[in-house]
């Protein structure tokens, strides 16, 4: 038998695939609402951040989004996400909590790495709040396609009383039945965009019309360049004398630690020039932007052991 | 129908081997030749390759994901790939090929809409082979791919490759599999993956990719066609698939009760009902029966945030509306009318046991099935399913046996807590497959899925299908 089955002509409707992604991210975020004690959405105004806040209001329509927002701050943000940030939060009737960095370098529970960047840094914060607020369910944005370890993690994933991921004891993860069961103490991490990839996200963003961060697209801003990523001027990044500051046309296809995050040269200053930028891109999203993925080829598994989101 | 070219819709597969039978070079070459490798992830495997000091880039890097994995150059757990072509877009379930890691093939391939089994051409249909065979007759994994590899390591000779298919087709046939495609492939040189080979002129089949970007996903009513091609209907149009079509299913996964003063008057009274279409198509005005209290109504309305809809489709997220003030809540099923099942206290399933711990008579369980979380005991294990098959069929080859292992497939009897709405896998994939979880550490300890009825006691059993 060598000939394959065809669809029937004339099938019945059938969902184009940005309609299975919602209608699996919603699945998966109304499945672990309504297990959890007390749910929480790690957001950042990030993209991707953003785009689980959405389906979150859609897979609660018409009533509001039943969990709260905690934002782990760097202290290294960009002024215009911490300003969008607020400004969603408001729109939406909710409740923030941030967890800063900065306390905890100030009181000396933490301590600048030599590098100046923040990102590892996070972990304790988070885990700290994760614990205080005795949060027993948290979403996160994180996609299967951003890096090789992300790849195996599970739609719903284990963390111990450490924030620890033990990635060679994992749950198996059939159908579409996720299990949330955990003991006192450890919570599971939750993530509905798994199965996304980065251009998905931003097509998903271009239909639902959802509001982004202008850093998103194409603007001026002085920038130098270091370690082969532009990166700008900011309270957090010590500019040296022989950094050649100048004005260019950039963009960010992430946002995060602004000492470590890069922007890329890019006209596109639309959403569908960003798309089709996306889909001719041929670097992948972390690559060109992030620093510390780059530090070894277990960067991203070592910080998730550690409770990393 | 233009919708199926112009809107990419998506299709989950899974591919499985045994050690060495080249997987990770195939998924590596599916990857390459659909050009869904980013310079810089293309750039570090050629980098590692050097170091390794291979002369070609080893394409079997690119899905290696975890330390230990690239250490002991082997692959532990299940990873997920995303590429798409200018037809579909794909999610690929990559899965580890050692005995030991059957339970990750066994994840695979339960959201599987199709199924690579690798085999080596220079060995054949092996153990392993078996075992995935088994496990997408199982998991009713709706399209078998079997791709022959290393072909050219056998220069490309028909003789081979023939044997080897008929072996297949007739181990398959034994498993109940009607649907297994074989194709002679070269991974490493990407023979009739992506790109039709000239090396095999004797064979006029479509490659691995024409067969991924063609057949129907389980959502685009994969179970329906099917069910007509067993009717002898080679080619069904629409209306015989729906014809085929069983009714539909609602897990409630939620029940919407917006209490919140800032909502507009219209809401204030709101109860939806949230899930997804586990199977069928819902239309407003349907007859109802919720699950298991047995409770009869319509639909009032299909709502979603952007909408209502006039009918909801396999796949789609959406809430419903009742006619009549019945007691609905997590856990419940919502079934159409005209096919509801009785609800069990006991039922009959193939459960492949997926930890160290053994399974055994009076072991206390959580059954998850749907959105319900139910306790239940084991009251008998029916045998073990022998994989290779020495009685011919699945279930001939069910020997006497009474607890299960680690990897072992099972025929088990569970008695419940309370009742639910357990259905036939066969006929009813969604409803028809549970998961077990231990009750102490809340780990997930199995894959199930019901049958009608134990082995042997006639054709209800769903592998007799």
Known sequence: ?309 | MDTLTTTPSLLRFATAGSVDDGKSTLVGRLLHDTKSILADAYEAVARVSRERGGETVDLALLTDGLRAEREQGITIDVAYRYFSTPRRTFILADCPGHVQYTRNTVTGASTADALIVLVDARYGVVEQTRRHLAVAALLRVPHVIVAVNKIDLLDYAAGPYRSIAQHVQSHAEALGLTNVITVPVSALVGDNVAVRSERTPWYDGPTVLEILETVPSIDEGADAIAAAHRRGIAHPTAADAEAAQVGWRLPVQLVLRPQDAALSPEYREYRGYAGQVAEGTIRVGDDVVVQPSGRRTTVAGIDTATGPLDEAHAGQSIAIRLADDVDVARGDLLSSASDALQPRRTFHAHVAWLTDRPLRVRDRVLVQHGSALVQAMVVAIDGVLDIALPGGTLDASIKPGHELLLNDIGVVELQLAQPLAVEDYGRHRRTGAFVLIDPQDGSTVAAGTARAQAPGLGEDAYLSI
């Open chain 1, 1 to 309: 038998m060598t000939d394959a089955p065809a669809a029937p002509t004339g099938a019945p409707a059938r969902l184009t695939t940005l309609d299975a992604l919602e209608a699996e991210g919603i699945h998966i975020i109304r499945e672990a609402v309504a297990t959890a004690r007390k749910p929480v959405l790690l957001f950042s105004g990030g993209k991707d951040s953003v785009v689980v806040l959405h389906l979150a209001t859609k897979a609660f329509w018409p009533g509001r989004v039943p969990f709260e927002l905690l934002h782990v701050d760097t202290g290294h943000n960009f002024d215009e996400v911490i300003e969008f940030r607020d400004r969603t939060v408001e729109r939406l009737g909710l409740r923030l909590q941030v967890a800063k960095v900065q306390d905890y370098i100030d009181d000396g529970r933490l301590r600048e790495r030599p590098d100046g960047t923040r990102n590892p840094l996070q972990t304790v914060p988070l885990l700290d709040a994760i614990a205080g607020h005795k949060y027993d369910v948290v979403f996160g944005g994180a996609r299967r396609d951003e890096e090789k370890a992300r790849a195996k993690e599970r739609v719903v994933s284990l963390r111990d009383e450490f924030g620890q991921w033990d990635p060679r004891n994992q749950r198996p993860e059939l159908w579409n039945l996720y299990n949330p069961k955990h003991l006192p103490g450890q919570h599971v991490r939750v993530f509905p965009l798994s199965n996304w990839t980065e251009l998905d996200v931003w097509r998903y963003i271009e239909r639902e019309g959802i509001e982004l961060p202008s850093l998103y697209y194409a603007h001026e801003r002085p920038v130098f360049q270091r370690d082969g990523m532009w990166l700008t001027p900011h309270p957090s990044v010590t500019v040296r004398e022989d950094d050649a500051v100048e004005t260019r046309t950039v963009r960010y296809r992430t946002v995060g630690d602004a000492s470590c995050t890069g922007a890329v040269e890019s006209p596109a200053a639309t959403l569908a020039e960003v798309i089709a930028e996306v889909a001719a891109t041929r670097i992948t999203e972390r690559g060109a932007t992030r620093a510390d993925d780059r530090l070894s080829e277990a960067a991203m598994e070592d910080r998730k052991k550690e409770g990393y989101f």
